[in-house]
């Protein structure tokens, strides 16, 4: 019997011990034993819940407690579950983690600790919720140079993003929405900013070159200011806006960066809708494959954990390499990469064209007090340079 304690009995939480639970005699079979909840890590109490006598609040009970050989982390932010994971591999337990906070600023090291001990530090929640990714990315596409990997990685705004095309909701109305169905992040500022898929792409994009991005060097924008107006022109375009994160190899270097950008039907990740992720990844060999599934929410993101926890429990004495050096990547600068780009300004045609060269004007309904047009295709620095001579409303990149 493999004893384990998890740390947060949140949405994720509780979604693993539901995914114990319900699927015991099959995790069982498939670990080699069976895996018992022996403590719950949290602040709050919980009556009447099936694991209520479980609830510990002093995590010394957990790491003094030689019978816990595995740690589940899902409480979030760095602090105190770095110190808390690094603790319990220290102390001879593997750590299972869904936190990407915690997994792109201190995976390196902490995959470092556990092979220096024969244990294992996983984290396959930790991007794109219940897509299988890190594995296929760690051992099915090995033999490959994976040259470019673009996901919509974050559930909350690809919900909201949806809903306002579809239904017309407004940004506030579907943010609430999403935070009720247990997608959003605490403060879902990282989720509209951007910031969550930012991580996410960062961990990606370590796991690819083997060695640390930060992702504070990513650029990265997010869907705050997609108005119901740009979503009219999106539409009249036959296109739909996504939050993409996207890191591609150009020459030498990975270059990456988090934007809204206008897909076309004939994109892979169009019809990707709703609260669902997708990861498209090309490899040298492999050429195009995607990875599509449900990116947040409990029972998604807990079955990816749990399923780390069978894995640590199939190799307990040994340890699962993972390469991810501490040694920092050296990014390429998006500003080189090419894009045509939707722009909205306060403008003329001729001003506009004198600023850009050829542009493709849109119109809609209603809409007579801007211009809105696309451009040619053009590098980030030859738009910058352009844009910085109208007074532009809203930008959105075009594949
Ligand atoms: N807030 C995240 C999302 C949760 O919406 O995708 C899963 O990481």
């Not at 319990?88 to 750590?95: D, E, I, N, Q, T």
């Not at 919509?152 to 169905?181: C, H, P, V």
């Not at 898929?197 to 994009?205: D, F, Q």
């Not at 296109?239 to 996207?246: G, M």
């Amino acid at each position: 019997m493999a004893k384990i304690a998890l740390l947060g009995y949140g949405t994720i939480g509780q979604g693993v011990a539901e995914v114990l639970r319900v699927n015991a005699a099959s995790i069982a079979k498939r670990a080699g034993q069976e895996i018992e909840i022996k403590y719950i890590l949290d602040l709050r109490e919980f009556p009447g819940d099936i694991n209520e006598d479980k609830v510990v609040h002093d995590y010394s009970v957990i790491a003094n407690d030689p019978e816990v050989s595995i740690v589940v982390e899902m409480m979030g932010g760095i602090e105190p579950a770095y110190t808390f994971c690094k603790q319990a591999l220290l102390a001879g337990k593997s750590v299972a983690t869904s936190n990407k906070a915690l997994v792109i600023k201190h995976g390196a090291e902490l995959i470092k600790i556990a092979k220096e001990n024969s244990l294992n530090f996983l984290f396959e929640a930790s991007v794109g919720g219940g897509i299988p990714i890190i594995r296929p990315l760690l051992s099915c596409l090995t033999a490959d140079v994976v040259e470019e990997v673009t996901g919509i990685l974050n559930g909350t705004t690809n919900y909201m993003m949806y809903q306002m095309t579809e239904n017309g909701w407004e940004f506030d109305d579907i943010l609430r929405e999403a935070q009720a169905k247990g997608y959003a992040e605490a403060d879902p500022t990282a989720d509209i900013e951007g910031h969550d898929a930012c991580r996410k792409i960062a961990i990606l994009t370590s796991l690819v070159c083997g060695k640390q991005v930060d992702f504070e060097e990513i650029h990265c924008e997010g869907i705050t200011k997609i108005s119901a107006t740009d979503i009219k022109y999106a539409k009249a375009m036959g296109k739909k806006i996504k939050l993409l994160a996207s890191s591609w190899l150009n020459g030498d270097k990975y270059t990456a960066m988090v934007s809204p950008v206008m897909l076309p039907p004939e994109h892979p990740l169009y019809n990707v809708d709703d609260v669902f992720n997708a990861v498209f990844v090309h490899g040298n060999m492999l050429d195009d494959a995607m990875f599509y599934g449900r990116g947040a929410g409990s029972l998604p993101t807990a079955s990816a954990v749990a399923a780390d926890i069978v894995d640590i429990v199939k190799h307990f004495g040994s340890h699962i390499a993972i390469e991810w050096a501490e040694e920092k990547v050296t990014l390429g600068d998006y500003k080189e990469a090419e894009f045509k780009y939707f722009v909205r300004a306060k403008a003329s045609a001729v001003e506009a064209e004198a600023a850009f060269g050829p542009i493709a004007c849109i119109f809609i309904p209603g809409v007579t007090d801007e211009i809105a047009f696309v451009t040619e295709s053009m590098s980030g620095a030859a738009y910058e340079e352009a844009a910085a001579k109208l007074d532009i409303i809203n930008m959105i990149r075009m594949k």
